[in-house]
T-cell receptor
Framework: GAVVSQHPSRVICKSGTSVKIECRSL??????MFWYRQFPKQSLMLMAT?????????EQGVEKDKFLINHASLTLSTLTVTSAHPEDSSFYIC????????????FGPGTRLTVL | QKEVEQNSGPLSVPEGAIASLNCTYS??????FFWYRQYSGKSPELIMF????GDKEDGRFTAQLNKASQYVSLLIRDSQPSDSATYLC???????????FGTGTRLTIIP
């Protein structure tokens, strides 16, 4: 299957700092990428859809000024958690659909964010 | 509101038996159906997808789709302890890359 990478895999930061997470499609181009958040023992929650060359589309209840998304190229999307607080501690996962148009999404390995 | 429903479990199955995971969806026009496996602390990985009514087999896994009943299932034959994970059902539409995920069923294979 298609390969999606994420960096970093784990980050610990102090409250009030900003954290940038990168998501890359390694062997295919992705005009769209998705960002999810998952709290322990809970389901995936879609945060936003990242669109190459245009603004991201955020799900209801997700603060676009807090979770900045930039889709800089056909293989890279970044999520920046600004002024992170302990309640932002979570598992952040990106995914990218293949070009088949049928909806198969491949997930990155995820980033574990801990805000102290 | 598009919904995908799964029994959260946990579902316990003896090793070697068949594990049956079920999923129902609310949007009758849904066209694509996916099963993902997620180990604890890891991201989801795609196991199977199915688009047409009927069965689709891949090794020990069989996906079953019944669009009339808005029901999709995943059967795991000869269950192994390594199959213990949370299984996520996802539903989508052709041409729309966004998927709607269920909350997942936690499966435990008992040695």
């Amino acid at each position: 299957g298609a390969v999606v990478s994420q960096h970093p895999s784990r980050v610990i930061c102090k409250s009030g700092t900003s954290v940038k997470i990168e998501c890359r499609s390694l062997d295919f181009q992705a005009t769209t990428m998705f960002w999810y958040r998952q709290f322990p023992k809970q389901s995936l929650m879609l945060m936003a859809t990242s669109n190459e060359g245009s603004k991201a589309t955020y799900e209801q209840g997700v603060e676009k000024d807090k979770f900045l998304i930039n889709h800089a190229s056909l293989t890279l999307s970044t999520l920046t958690v600004t002024s992170a607080h302990p309640e932002d501690s979570s598992f952040y996962i990106c995914s990218a659909p293949t070009s088949t148009g049928a909806g198969e999404q491949f997930f990155g390995p995820g980033t574990r964010l801990t805000v102290l | 509101q598009k919904e995908v429903e799964q029994n959260s479990g946990p579902l316990s199955v003896p090793e070697g038996a068949i594990a049956s995971l079920n999923c129902t969806y609310s949007d009758r026009g849904s066209q694509s159906f996916f099963w993902y496996r997620q180990y604890s602390g890891k991201s989801p990985e795609l196991i199977m997808f199915i688009y047409s009514n009927g069965d689709k087999e891949d090794g020990r896994f069989t996906a079953q789709l019944n669009k009339a009943s808005q029901y999709v299932s995943l059967l795991i034959r000869d269950s192994q302890p390594s199959d213990s994970a949370t299984y996520l059902c996802a539903v989508g539409f052709f041409g729309n890359e966004k998927l709607t995920f269920g909350t997942g069923t936690r499966l435990t294979i008992i040695p």
